[in-house]
């Protein structure tokens, strides 16, 4: 269901939230009465996409390519430095198209606002935006302690252009960890977010993608591929994939596979792995749903600066070791440390990407990844770098 008024995502469902939290399985939790009463609501909440159009014309920057930004914002809580960045960093401003994850509606970590619709509103773009989370809590690791309560606890992601925006449906990913099972608990599941854009050298098809990360590298693939088959079925346009595919190269379904998958990496040699593997999943750890993709005829080595990391992970940050002691057992961290210090303490890998069929980069240009993002005080604006593309239709289009 696609609506024009934010409204449609309003529910009543945090009166529930004591008792689902006291369920520890989404099959015991829909097997209750209480979910048999709330399963509506739950439903029209994720079949439920926002479209506004703020932005219905605008002036031609480029009209030879399209520009565009993937980024995963991190629950929008550096709010103001983000749109900063977006306004004015050389290498992110003055996109065509904008393809983000991880945005909160209603969070108390992300100040309670709607963070796609403010972000549309600050950079005048229209904008579509997917629910794929109820949250239960405020969060895990330190954003369980964030100041003040949820109010609309919604978690989703969200594709901003510059042009019209029409056909705007999203493809529903199944889940490749029970959501209902751990600390942090959820109803939902994650979305493919589809878009046709008009822009005036012809239309175009983005998809913003935010692929699980608590999931073997089978689900990532499977969920690549519901995306694909789901795209067949669609008139052909150019398209561009983005996002966060989250090839982080482990089976993350729990602690264990984690932790198995670990010390596979220390018998493959550290150095090697952080090297030769954690920036290049395509090579052998996700190396199927990469050869998923080209096999349906998308191209994405191109599009891309292959081996440079998107997500790093250093021994010195209380933040994110307090977020990965949620799901790793305590007396992992001593190896997961030294581990880490045989290459400098840093440890970098390639989580987002782009793929596109009938495009093709933009002359005299290249793909970025852009790091170092910053606020004034140096707090970073998300755990993820922003990556960024010109383009143009193929010839053959």
Request: proline residues 5%; hydrophobic residues 35%; contains cysteine.
């Amino acid at each position: 269901m696609t609506s024009t008024d934010p409204s449609v995502l309003d529910h009543d469902l945090a009166r529930h939230f004591p008792e689902l939290l006291k369920f520890e399985s989404t099959t015991e939790m829909e097997a209750s009465d209480l979910y048999t009463k709330i399963r509506p609501e739950v439903e029209r909440i994720m079949n439920a996409v926002v479209v506004e159009q703020n932005n219905p014309k605008s002036k031609i920057q480029n009209p030879k390519w399209i520009s565009a930004l993937a980024w995963n914002i991190e629950r929008g809580n550096i709010f103001e430095g983000i749109i900063d960045a977006l306004k004015n960093h050389d290498q992110l401003k003055d996109k065509d198209v904008l393809l983000l994850t991880e945005l909160d509606y209603g969070m108390a970590r992300s100040g309670n606002r709607f963070i796609a619709r403010e972000i549309a509103q600050r950079l005048d773009l229209n904008y579509a935006f997917a629910p794929v989370y109820v949250a239960l809590q405020k969060g895990s690791g330190v954003e369980s302690e964030s100041e003040g309560e949820n109010t609309k606890s919604i978690h989703g992601l969200a594709t901003f252009s510059k042009w019209p925006m029409k056909n705007v449906h999203a493809v529903p990913l199944p889940n490749g960890k029970d959501k209902m099972w751990g600390k942090e608990k959820r109803l939902g599941y994650l979305r493919a977010l589809i878009a046709d854009i008009e822009h005036p050298s012809g239309t175009f098809r983005t998809v913003t993608v935010h692929l699980d990360a608590h999931c073997s590298r089978a689900h990532r693939h499977l969920q690549m591929k519901i995306i694909l088959d789901h795209l067949d079925t669609l008139p052909k346009l150019p398209t561009l994939i983005g996002g966060d595919w989250n090839t982080t190269t482990f089976n993350a379904q729990s602690a264990r596979r984690a932790i198995l998958g670990y010390w596979r990496r220390v018998m493959m040699g550290v150095k090697n792995v952080v090297k030769n593997h954690y920036p290049h999943p395509d090579r052998y750890f996700e190396k199927a749903l990469f050869r998923e993709i080209e096999s349906r005829g998308y191209e994405y080595k191109s599009l891309n600066e292959v081996g440079a990391g998107t997500i790093h992970y250093d021994v010195g940050s209380i933040e994110k070791n307090t977020n990965l002691r949620d799901w790793v057992p305590e007396w992992c961290f001593p190896f997961i440390f030294w581990a880490a210090n045989r290459v400098g303490g840093r440890v970098s890998g390639r989580l987002d990407w782009f793929a596109g069929h009938g495009i093709e980069i933009a002359p005299g240009t290249q793909p970025h990844t852009v790091g170092d993002l910053v606020d004034d005080d140096g707090t970073p604006l998300s755990d993820h770098d922003a990556i960024t593309l010109d383009f143009r239709f193929s010839p053959s289009m």
